[in-house]
C-alpha cells in the first residue's frame, strides 16, 4: 500500500502505521487544508476517501481535489467502494465491503500495481476468501464501538494474532480506534489502524490527532 515513499521516518515506527478514512460527509475543497495539515503532522500510510450519500460527479470532484493533496506527501490515496473510478481517476486502490461487486473482477480492474483491500468483519473464513480473491490487505473489526457506522460485526485481538501467525498478508484494524485504546492491536500484530473521529474530531484538531495516533503506535 503505497504512493511512493511514505512519510514513515516522522516516527521511526515501522511496525504499525496510520490508516485514515474519511468523514462519510465533508466539503472537498475546505477540507483540503484540514487534509494537509494532517497529513504533515506525522506517519500516515494512507488516506480512504470515504463518501456516502454523493452522485458520482461529486465523488469525482472530491477525488481530483484530494488525491494530489495525500500522493504529493507519498500517502496511498483510496477509494471506497468505487474500483472503476479509482482506477480512472489516479487513485492507488480500493477498499471495498463484503457486499461491495465481485472481488476478484476489482481485483483484475485494479491491475497489479493499484491496492485492493477487503473488509473481513471478524470472519476468518472471509479473509481467507479475500487473501484468495488477490487482496493487499485484509480489514478486521469493528474492535470498539463506533459511531461512524453501525458496527454488526465485533472484533477482538486474537483474530489479528491468528492471521499474523499464518499469512503474510497486511492487516487492517478498525472500528472505533483512538489513542487510548490502540495499544492491544498493536501489540497483537495490526499493520494499519484505521481511524476516523480519533483524528477527524480531535477537540485539539486533527494535527493533535495524528500526533497522538502515532505517539500511542510507538508506545505500544
Known sequence: MAAGETNSDKTGNEGCQLYLVTLPALDP????????????????AALQLRLK???????????DILRPVAQSRGVAFLLN???DLAVRHGCDGVHLGQGDGDHAAARKLLGPERTLGITCHNSRHLAMEAGEAGADYVAFGAFFPTATKQAEHTATPDILEW?????????????????????PLVRA????????GAVWNHPDGPEAGVRAMNAAIAAA
Not at 29 to 44: E, I, P, Q
Not at 189 to 196: H, I, Q, S, T
Open 29 to 44: 475543497r475546505a477540507f483540503a487544508d484540514t487534509l494537509a495539515r494532517a497529513l504533515d503532522a506525522g506517519d500516515v
Open 189 to 196: 500484530g495490526a499493520d494499519f489502524l484505521a481511524v476516523v
Open 163 to 183: 492471521w499474523t501467525e499464518m499469512f503474510e498478508l497486511p492487516t487492517v484494524a478498525i472500528g472505533g480506534i483512538n489513542a487510548g485504546n490502540c495499544g
Open 81 to 83: 467502494d468505487r474500483a
Open 53 to 63: 450519500d454523493v452522485d458520482d460527479d461529486a465523488l469525482r470532484r472530491a477525488i
